[in-house]
């Protein structure tokens, strides 16, 4: 089993930048497959960004493509969303997800077994 924590969420003005980290504990981290997804108030969650084991390969939703980076380091045992040229509508709650199962990558939030609590992300206009 893997705990995951996020950090690093807060208020920003339209045009800003954050950068969220998950830090995780419990197992051999390197093993997992990490994904961000998000939450809107009423809305389903849904993916944001997908990084491999060794970070060779990732992957982005078409709304966030060119504005956020996923990276990670093992050595650390942390995966980082950098998150540049925010909008209003990249409000939601931003979890960070793990699974040691899925081959490369993936974009669906069922095949990831592990989550964070989530860390609010406010995007004022």
């Known amino acids: 089993q893997v705990q995951l924590v996020e950090s690093g969420g807060g208020l920003v003005q339209a045009g800003g930048s954050l950068r969220l980290s998950c830090a995780a504990s419990?197992?051999?981290?390197?093993?997992?497959?990490m994904g961000w997804f998000r939450q809107a108030p009423g809305k389903e969650r849904e993916f944001v960004a997908a990084?491999?084991?060794?970070?060779?390969?990732?992957d982005y939703a078409d709304s966030v493509k060119g504005r956020f980076t996923v990276s990670r380091d093992n050595a650390k045992n942390t995966v980082y969303l950098q998150m540049n040229s925010l909008k209003p509508e990249d409000t939601a709650v931003y979890y960070c997800?793990?699974?040691?199962?899925?081959?490369?990558?993936?974009?669906?939030?069922?095949?990831?077994?592990?989550w964070g609590q989530g860390t609010q992300v406010t995007v004022s206009s």
């Open positions: 419990g197992r051999t981290f390197s093993n997992y497959v």
């Open positions: 990084i491999s084991r060794a970070g060779r390969i990732t």
């Open positions: 997800a793990a699974d040691s199962r899925i081959r490369s990558w993936s974009r669906m939030k069922d095949e990831y077994a592990y």
